[in-house]
């Protein structure tokens, strides 16, 4: 963990603040994986006020992270030194109609945008509620499926950066691509508006369903894994290559590749940080020396490997 003094506890040098400071947080129970250490403290600021005061009185060389609704994340087994920052306070999980478009701010789980969707006759965000996760972690990896991405709907984000600046930008500032973005490691998501449109309920009902049923049927549901493991390769599928490489059947401890979906990592209930990870690095070894093309982590992970 982060090197201070022993008789002096990080929190003791932190700055005084409205929200909340937590030591030595279970990060596994904030990821969909259920694996990994903890943090040695987990700031959850009251609001956005809050968050900038933090990171403008913080000691310079404390070393602060992020972490949203876990969905797309794996913590390492020797867990996160210095802060890890979560928007988990009621202000981070507001949202504001507007006519046309929508502002969510980073702490709303998309899942929580179907209610607001069909109550207001609102489509084209209906992809958007079936991906795991909070709204703050769309756009680094431009999320997206069923054809849609949030460059598509994307109008503004609003973020906060090292220094406690606050910034709106565009989506041009952004270069969204394929589950990439440019933006930097240091920028917070507070809040971003998204483009709407007006669809009756009835219909936004319906792709919604069918959302639901494909992912069912296609996809391991209801199980520890954190969505798609690796970004598909420039006109590939990486679950074609993985399959291809002699990797469906693959398990490493308690972590094992979907029987559903190849390209989903499962946690079975035993599994560790390493055991997982282990298991992603040898398929991308094993897809290397089969097709010569190396895969890349859409996953991301975090934190210090246990000694």
């Not at 956005?48 to 969905?71: E, Q, R, T, W």
């Not at 179907?114 to 965000?125: C, I, Q, S, T, Y």
């Not at 909070?134 to 999320?143: D, V």
């Not at 990870?277 to 094993?286: C, F, H, R, S, V």
């Amino acid at each position: 963990m982060f090197a201070h003094n022993d008789k002096t506890q990080l929190t003791d040098i932190l700055p005084q603040v409205r929200g909340k400071y937590l030591k030595d947080v279970k990060l596994s129970k904030h990821t969909w994986f259920g694996v990994g250490g903890p943090a040695e403290v987990m700031f959850i600021p009251q609001d956005l006020d809050d968050l900038c005061h933090f990171l403008k009185a913080k000691p310079y060389n404390i070393p602060v992270c992020l972490i949203g609704g876990g969905s797309n994340l794996l913590i390492r087994d020797g867990g996160v030194s210095g802060v890890v920052i979560k928007l988990d306070s009621p202000y981070f999980k507001r949202l504001e109609l507007h006519t046309h478009s929508i502002t969510c701010y980073a702490g709303l789980k998309n899942i929580e945008l179907k209610k607001v969707l069909l109550d207001n006759n609102l489509g084209g965000l209906e992809f958007l509620c079936s991906i795991p996760g909070c709204i703050g972690g769309s756009i680094k990896t431009n999320a997206g499926c069923f054809g849609r991405c949030i460059k598509d709907v994307l109008i503004s984000a609003t973020i906060v950066n090292s220094l406690g600046q606050i910034k709106e930008v565009m989506p041009e500032d952004l270069q969204l691509s394929y589950r990439n973005s440019f933006f930097p490691d240091d920028w917070i998501i507070v809040s971003i508006t998204l483009k709407t449109e007006y669809t009756p309920k009835e219909e936004i009902a319906k792709i919604l369903e069918e959302h639901k049923q494909y992912r069912i049927k296609n996809q391991p549901y209801n199980q520890r894994t954190a969505g798609s493991t690796f970004k598909n390769p420039q006109g590939l599928k990486a679950w074609e290559l993985i399959k291809k490489s002699g990797c469906a059947d693959l398990q490493i401890g308690g972590a094992k590749v979907s029987e559903k979906h190849c390209n989903f990592l499962i946690n079975t209930g035993t599994a560790t940080a390493k055991d997982i990870e282990d298991l992603g690095e040898t398929i991308i070894k094993k897809v290397k020396q089969k097709t010569s093309i190396t895969l890349e982590w859409e996953v991301k992970r975090m934190g210090i490997s246990d000694q």
